[in-house]
């Protein structure tokens, strides 16, 4: 009998399998729907992106250091070789826990034998006035490609006034944390290019990078000594570094501070942190948990449910007494391929395992040149042997051989020299997210 080159007897049987729905293509998703990748489950991966984006290097993508698509990979190809794995291009508005079904913004159905919620997190602003509306966050490619359009218009109406001595332009970051100084370091890093390379008639003492933060020092989840090269990186670079400064008000094109000062600015980046409220996993249940996360057990199932879970960002992660994990990549790739473990033993009527995380280091680059490094069993790491350890890293984590030769490529090309680079203001950035 004839088969159709695109029905194989795995595939006609998909059907008779347990149907696993994964929300959310970051991290998590990614990692919970490859541990389930050609197992006896029909799996359904939902997100509104049809793009995994490898967030700890957006920063790049909005200093014009990486095209957007050097981050971003589409997921369909991902799973290309998994036949129990379809994806599916949409937005979810809510989970009926009851019926075991997810409704879509469109109002179709999807309904699941188990859920795995992995929505991840957003920019929180702490209810600070206008922050949500004139800040600029950074947690999704439209956010890297809209403040790249902001930057670079703003360098280039800044040309155009440089007849006008004393003219000044200001760009404050908010957050002295990994993505504030990433941020700061680059686009200091942007602007001196910009003035070198691109024949731009700035006078650079006129142009501010601040960075500012509550906190007394950066780099707090760092050691002291971390914390002091990153600062002293940062200021070699320009940056101007403000410690103990509350932000009170955002306004369009000015910041407001505590101490009464109104500082005029071209752009203020939000790097002070993220928050589960305001996505999916903070409607999970009446009570959520700390940061609008979803309350799980040490399985990684949600509280009082038999058959949702919930991974990464958008859970609380026991860690240890009453702490959690933190919302970091490793602990989402961690618990994304735990869940799917333990979803085979549930499926398999076998006992389930908890959770333990391993703390695998976090870093912190600072420019071309130098990194920091806190790792388990080597300590701190800092200078150019910190900044080969993050490039090495984040390139074994980068998805797709062709991505991880261009950013390889552009690396090592940044290294000696600084090409023109994607310097583009692209009119469509501006598309919401």
Not at 20 to 35: D, E, M, N, P, S
Not at 242 to 271: C, P
């Amino acid at each position: 009998m004839a088969m159709s080159l695109h029905t194989t007897p795995r595939s006609r049987d998909l059907f008779d399998f347990p149907h696993v729905v994964v929300i959310g293509g970051g991290f998590a998703g990614i990692a919970t729907a490859r541990g389930l990748a050609n197992r006896d489950v029909r799996v359904t991966l939902v997100d509104k992106h049809n793009f995994h984006t490898f967030l700890p290097l957006l920063y790049q993508v909005a200093t014009a250091g990486l095209e957007p698509a050097d981050v971003a990979y589409p997921i369909r190809t991902i799973f290309g070789h998994a036949d129990n794995i379809r994806f599916r291009h949409a937005k979810v508005a809510q989970v009926e826990h009851a019926r075991s079904v997810v409704v879509l913004e469109d109002r179709t159905e999807i309904a699941f034998d188990h859920l795995v919620v992995a929505t991840g997190a957003t920019a929180a602003f702490f209810g600070i006035p206008g922050a949500s509306k004139y800040a600029m966050p950074l947690y999704s490619l439209a956010d890297a490609r809209r403040l790249r359009n902001r930057l670079l218009v703003s360098l280039e109406e800044a040309d155009l006034r440089s007849e006008h001595p004393g003219a000044s332009l200001n760009f404050v970051v908010v957050g002295g944390g990994p993505t504030g100084v990433e941020t700061a370091g680059a686009l200091s890093e942007l602007i001196r290019i910009a003035i070198k390379r691109d024949g731009m008639r700035l006078d650079g003492s006129h142009v501010r990078v601040l960075l500012v933060d509550l906190a007394p020092r950066l780099l707090t989840a760092f050691p002291d000594s971390a914390s002091r090269y990153a600062k002293k990186e940062l200021e070699s670079l320009g940056v101007e570094i403000q410690f103990g400064r509350s932000v009170v008000e955002v306004e369009e094109g000015a910041i407001r501070f505590d101490d009464g000062e109104r500082l005029e600015t071209a752009a203020v980046i939000w790097a002070a942190g993220v928050t589960s409220s305001g996505t999916l996993a903070h409607d999970l249940q009446a009570t959520p948990g700390p940061g609008g996360r979803a309350r799980v057990t040490s399985d990684l199932r949600l509280l009082e449910s038999a058959n949702v879970w919930a991974v990464g960002d958008a859970a609380a992660v026991p860690l240890s007494g009453t702490e959690y994990c933190p919302q970091l990549a490793p602990v989402a790739i961690q618990s994304g391929r735990h869940c799917a473990t333990q979803i085979m033993h549930v499926l398999h009527d076998e006992p389930t395992t908890p959770f333990h995380y391993r703390n695998k280091g976090i870093m912190a680059t600072i420019g071309r040149h130098a990194a920091v490094a806190k790792l388990p069993h080597a300590g701190v790491i800092k200078g150019t042997a910190g900044w080969l350890a993050w490039l090495g890293l984040h390139l074994w984590y980068l998805i797709g051989f062709r991505n991880k030769l261009r950013v390889m490529i552009n690396w090592t090309w940044r290294y000696f020299d600084w090409p023109s680079g994607p310097r583009l203001i692209v009119a469509d950035a501006e598309t919401a997210d």
